[in-house]
């Protein structure tokens, strides 16, 4: 015998389901919001390592005629920016002497600032309200290499 009504889902069931898909989404967006800040901070501390050890290479490789000739983006891959974070160095930027910057969101993370003879400084920003520049600048491999001036060659490499 067939009934009048189709088998469905009722108002109630339909009311959980959406209940329970808002509060995972409440759960898991603040996780999917934390992982991409830890991976920004992630990227500029790798980005600043690799600079350093791209500039410590291609100094001891090339030596300073090179040094202060080349183009930066001949001597690293990282994507650094012009100082004040207004875009990124062009290939036509030289090497030495300039400054280049890691930022975030037009914040200075850190400043490399080259000269001759393969010296190398790297500093903090000076902005203390942008949260991922923080935390880049409390990581103990940052900590390691800020705020320090680098003679890249070293005292005693002869050529």
């Keep these: 015998m067939d009934t009048p009504y189709q088998k469905a889902f009722t108002m109630i069931e339909l009311v959980f389901v959406i209940v329970i898909i808002g509060i995972l989404a409440a759960v898991a967006i603040p996780k999917l919001a934390a992982t991409r800040d830890d991976a920004k901070v992630s990227a500029i501390i790798s980005h600043a ?3 350093l050890g791209d500039f410590q290479a ?16 001949e001597a690293t891959s990282v994507p650094l920016e012009k100082a004040g974070c207004t875009g990124l160095v062009d290939s036509g930027s030289a090497l030495s002497p300039t400054t280049f910057v890691l930022c975030h969101d037009n914040v200075v993370c850190l400043t490399f600032t080259t000269i001759n003879e393969g010296n190398l400084t790297i500093t903090d920003g000076t902005d203390t309200t942008d949260y991922i520049c923080e935390a880049v ?6 900590s390691a290499i800020s705020n320090k001036s680098y003679r890249l060659g070293g005292e005693t490499v002869v050529r």
């Design 137 to 142: 600048k409390a990581d103990p491999a940052i």
């Design 58 to 73: 291609f100094y001891t490789s090339q030596g300073n005629d090179r040094w202060t000739s080349v183009n930066v983006t």
């Design 49 to 51: 390592r690799k600079t």
